[in-house]
């Protein structure tokens, strides 16, 4: 992706944490999974099965969520954390879009130091750009960008020019187009349902939350339930 691209996701995901955190909520499960596009190509922060309400009295040092190439040290080490550790991911977010791969503090702790210092190597990106990744992505989290304010990222030099306030009410053209995978169709002519697809299936009819789904949403009934059944119907 572009840098200004990359700035774009950045920024997306600064506004949704400025929004979090004045809720006193840590989501802990920022990745690019957890984004989705909306009509203005702006991307907002979905799924918040990990998030809790946090207060400077909660003991976190031994609530280890996420992907270890995703969480933030601090949490991985059972140390106590704070809204801190979401900038951390924003930071993996970035490394991921440039180095097509997620941080592994574990493993290359001191390869991404050579590739951050070195960050001249880097041609499609400017040093902003990377010494911005650099300061997200430390390990002691009092030395992350972020600790005294979130207002340390939106005022750091790669935001430089950039309009917040139009952002806020997006009247900024959004650099992200919308990405369509391309589908084959002669793959459904050759769909085959297994004896083992045919046993699970009739297990998940027996199970209450499929029984609660047909009666509570009956769009589900009628389009879902009944292609399957009809599937299973002309494979016995």
């Known amino acids: 992706m572009s840098e200004e691209e990359i700035k774009f996701i950045a920024a997306c995901l600064i506004q949704s944490l400025i929004y979090l955190r004045n809720k006193k909520i840590i989501n802990r499960d920022i990745r690019m999974k957890n984004l989705i596009m909306d009509n203005n190509k702006y991307l907002n922060l979905i799924d918040f099965s990990f998030a809790i309400k946090y207060s400077e009295k909660d003991n976190l040092e031994n609530n280890i969520i996420g992907n270890k190439n995703e969480t933030a040290p601090e949490i991985l080490n059972h140390s106590k954390y704070d809204y801190n550790s979401d900038y951390y991911r924003i930071g993996t977010i970035i490394y991921y879009l440039i180095f097509k791969k997620y941080v592994n503090y574990e493993k290359e702790e001191k390869k991404i130091n050579e590739i951050i210092i070195n960050y001249n190597d880097i041609t499609n ?15 002691n989290y009092k030395k992350r960008i972020g600790f005294r304010s979130i207002n340390e990222l939106k005022n750091h030099n790669w935001f430089n020019g950039f309009d917040w ?6 009247k900024i053209n959004s650099p992200l187009k919308f ?4 589908f084959n169709r002669t793959h459904c002519k050759n769909f085959v349902i297994t004896a083992e697809k045919k046993i699970m299936y009739r297990r998940i009819q027996k199970s209450k939350i499929y029984k609660k789904l047909i009666k509570n949403y009956d769009y589900v009934n009628k389009l879902i339930v009944g292609n399957i059944l009809n599937l299973f119907k002309n494979n016995k």
């Open 165 to 170: 306030k139009n952002f806020e009410k997006k």
């Open 179 to 182: 990405m369509k995978k391309k």
């Open 125 to 139: 990106y400017s040093s902003n750009c990377i010494e911005f990744l650099n300061k997200l992505i430390v390990t």
